[in-house]
């Protein structure tokens, strides 16, 4: 048994502009959401339908920040190459998320790698305006859902729709297959397939009002990663 698996965190602040150089508060403010997005503590987690309420999973991996960098840089776009990594690599990838705050370009809100990937690429990247949700941000993507979908990402969790048509799987039972992704605020019930769709997880594409939860299965297949023989033991060991 893991018990809580804690993650520290370095978050690398890359501006071209002070607008980009975002505060410590909004900083802060991410950090709070991934605490309480990941723990379900969030106080929209009570909004799921009832088909959907008993999975609304506590993952029991908790964040904890243990440093902020800053860099002002002419570079006004960063692209989903890596470029940003090279230019600031992370710090100990093996024990620590390290997030990069940059404007990434393309209307791209945010990209992660998986785990199992190179160490000097390992981590996420999320643009300033989608950061936190105080400070610099921008709705409808200003409730710091694009860490916790990325973060999802860099913890081994797949799109809901498993990246493809009906019956294609996530890797995760009790999330229901869908056809692609769901954009917007979707009604309930959204039917794509053969069952409505879990629209509400947090590994959609929908705003993040109206993302508030991870699954009982997708929280296993997470902390799967930590355990003995996986990607991730360097947060337990
Ligand atoms: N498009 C991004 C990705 O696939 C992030 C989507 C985040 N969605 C949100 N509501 N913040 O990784
Ligand atoms: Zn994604
Ligand atoms: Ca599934």
Same mark, same amino acid.
Request: glycine share 6%; aromatic share 12%; with cysteine.
């Given at each position: 048994n893991l018990g809580i698996v804690n993650i520290p965190v370095v978050v690398h602040v890359v501006y071209s502009n002070s607008q980009q150089n975002i505060t410590d508060q909004?900083?802060?403010?991410?950090?709070?959401?991934?605490?309480?997005?990941?723990?379900?503590a969030n106080s929209d987690a009570s909004n799921a339908p009832s088909e959907f309420a008993g999975l609304?999973?506590?993952?029991?991996?908790?964040?904890?920040?243990? +440093?902020?960098?800053?860099? &002002?840089?002419?570079?006004?776009?960063?692209?989903?190459? %890596?470029?940003?990594?090279y230019a600031y690599p992370p710090v100990s990838p093996s024990n620590t998320l390290n997030i990069w705050v940059a404007n990434i370009g393309g209307g791209i809100l945010g990209y992660a790698q998986f785990p199992g990937g190179p160490a000097s690429t390992d981590g996420v990247v999320?643009?300033?305006?989608?950061?936190?949700?105080?400070?610099?941000?921008?709705?409808?993507?200003?409730?710091?859902?694009t860490a916790?979908?990325?973060?999802?990402?860099?913890?081994?969790?797949r799109h809901i729709w498993g990246d493809g048509r009906c019956r294609q799987d996530d890797f995760?039972?009790?999330?229901?297959?869908?056809?692609?992704? +769901?954009?917007?605020?979707? &009604?309930?019930?959204?039917?794509?397939?053969?069952?409505? %769709?879990?629209?509400?997880?947090?590994m959609d594409y929908v705003y993040d009002q109206c993302m508030y939860m991870f699954s009982e299965g997708q929280k296993a297949r997470m902390r799967t990663i930590f355990m003995d023989g996986g990607p991730r033991t360097g947060f337990v060991n």
């Open positions: 909004q900083i802060n403010s991410q950090i709070d959401i991934l605490n309480a997005d990941f723990r379900a609304v999973a506590d993952s029991e991996i908790s964040f904890t920040l243990s +440093n902020v960098f800053r860099h &002002s840089n002419s570079r006004a776009e960063w692209g989903t190459r %890596d470029d940003v990594k999320i643009a300033p305006q989608y950061f936190g949700d105080t400070g610099y941000v921008s709705a409808p993507y200003d409730k710091g859902r916790t979908h990325e973060v999802g990402h860099y913890l081994n969790l995760v039972a009790d999330t229901p297959e869908s056809d692609g992704p +769901n954009y917007g605020c979707p &009604s309930y019930p959204t039917v794509n397939c053969r069952s409505n %769709d879990m629209t509400m997880n947090y």
